[in-house]
T-cell receptor, first 117, second 112 residues
């Protein structure tokens, strides 16, 4: 149980365009989801905490107008990279608390490889 | 504040030999500690979790980790490596079962 589906798995876009990444909890409700960014050969950096029905909480240094997060339902959070530039190219991963494994255990999506050209 | 230090950026072992991945942590609270594995271009999979119960934690795929408070360590081991264990491993600390802080990761390669 507790599957998190992330879509698309990879996307290539032109500079200046926007890209939306979806994160869905398939068999459970997730009031909170987390968005991470991972550069090649590096660790995951928390970007923001997505809260259902309220504004996301962004980590220091993350531009909220650049990375728009919407958590409109208990099973879906979206991350939109607006006016993308090559430096936004990265691997983006979402996660949600896994209710089947108890508090503090998280299930991760399979990630989205974004390439901005 | 909490942080995690993975002492080895890369570990190479022969198939069938033991694997040791070292992790030290610092935390102002009694933390929860995790080990996650990531295969190339994939999400992360939870291997095991420590939450102040038994200090020796058994996980999936034959992995286990021992919590040593005196050494502030949470090293991950497996008695016999398999080719499928080649991946990136992350030690993670969470002071409040909410936000996660990731170590830099250890790349494991397994030689045939």
């Amino acid at each position: 149980g507790a599957v998190v589906s992330q879509h698309p798995s990879w996307v290539i876009c032109k500079s200046g365009t926007s890209v939306k990444i979806e994160c869905r909890s398939l068999d459970f409700q997730a009031t909170t989801m987390f968005w991470y960014r991972q550069f090649p050969k590096q660790s995951l950096m928390l970007m923001a905490t997505s809260n259902e029905g309220s504004k996301a909480t962004y980590e220091q240094g993350v531009e909220k107008d650049k990375f728009l997060i919407n958590h409109a339902s208990l099973t879906l959070s979206t991350l939109t990279v607006t006016s993308a530039h090559p430096e936004d190219s990265s691997f983006y991963i979402c996660s949600a608390n896994n209710p089947f494994l108890g508090t503090g255990s998280y299930t991760f999506g399979s990630g989205t490889r974004l390439t901005v050209v | 504040a909490q942080s995690v230090t993975q002492l080895d950026s890369h570990v190479s072992v022969s198939e069938g030999t033991p694997v040791l991945l070292r992790c030290n942590y610092s935390s102002s609270y009694s933390p929860s500690l995790f080990w996650y594995v990531q295969h190339p271009n994939k999400g992360l999979q939870l291997l095991l979790k420590y939450t102040s119960a038994a200090t020796l934690v058994k996980g999936i795929n034959g992995f286990e980790a021992e919590f040593k408070k005196s050494e502030t360590s949470f090293h991950l081991t497996k008695p016999s490596a398999h080719m499928s264990d080649a991946a990136e491993y992350f030690c993670v600390v969470s002071p409040n079962d909410y936000k996660l802080s990731f170590g830099a990761g250890t790349t494991v390669t397994v030689r045939a």
